[in-house]
């Protein structure tokens, strides 16, 4: 087992809270809100006490949950890859720099490096996409929302790389700004923008009819 210095046997209380939320739906309650200001006294006091990290656990298990598992494609996989994101980041939280960037942005990229070691071993990606995430793409790309364009659209992402989906994925199935996508992928936000408008050119040119 781990330990922190103050004593707290960080597997098990992971995998407490883990079946407390998951037993009390928190997969299906938006993320509480909080300014800047407050989440980095929070950090701060997470960082003396490990015990306070619980407040940053509360507020994001249900997102990243939901990021591993559309990812993971399998619960069980899941709750073991979140536990593993969220001991690391509070082993790691001291290390935690704020410089005005999103502090879930982290967690997302200790999340994805979880994932990529997955998939290494595993040699797949899986991705499970909703209706409404695919019809919120082909909308972005002025593909009408038809069933037979929404097949079309999964097809040509079929043909992108797998950086490429990277950045789809995070900014229209995942909902993340900008900034947060080039805080995980360790850009800057004005490259994640380039970049991400550069896929869904990419897609449309996939997307365009024959002559």
């Known amino acids: 087992m781990v330990s922190t210095k103050g004593g707290v046997d960080e597997r098990a209380f992971f995998l407490k809270w883990e079946r407390y939320f998951v037993g009390h739906m928190a997969l299906d309650r938006p993320e509480a809100m909080v300014t800047f200001e407050q989440e980095a006294q929070e950090i701060e006091q997470a960082c003396k006490d490990p015990r306070r990290f619980t407040v940053l656990y509360e507020r994001y298990f249900g997102e990243i949950f939901r990021f591993i598992l559309r990812r993971a494609g399998d619960r069980d996989l899941t709750s073991d890859l979140v536990q593993e994101t969220f001991l690391k980041a509070m082993v790691a939280l001291p290390r935690y720099q704020h410089r005005g960037l999103p502090f879930r942005a982290w967690l997302y990229r200790i999340a994805l490096n979880e994932l990529r070691m997955f998939w290494r071993k595993r040699k797949e990606v899986v991705i499970d996409l909703s209706y409404a995430e695919v019809l919120g ?51 800057g936000e004005d ?16 997307l365009a009819p024959r002559a």
């Open 191 to 206: 490259a994640a923008k380039m970049r991400t408008h550069r896929v869904l050119a990419t897609l449309r040119t996939y």
């Open 137 to 187: 793409i082909s909308q972005e790309i002025g593909l009408p929302g038809k069933e037979e364009d929404l097949l079309r659209l999964g097809k040509a992402m079929g043909k992108l790389t797998e950086e490429k989906n990277r950045l789809i994925e995070l900014r229209y199935m995942d909902g993340l700004s900008f900034l947060e996508i080039g805080q995980v992928l360790g850009i």
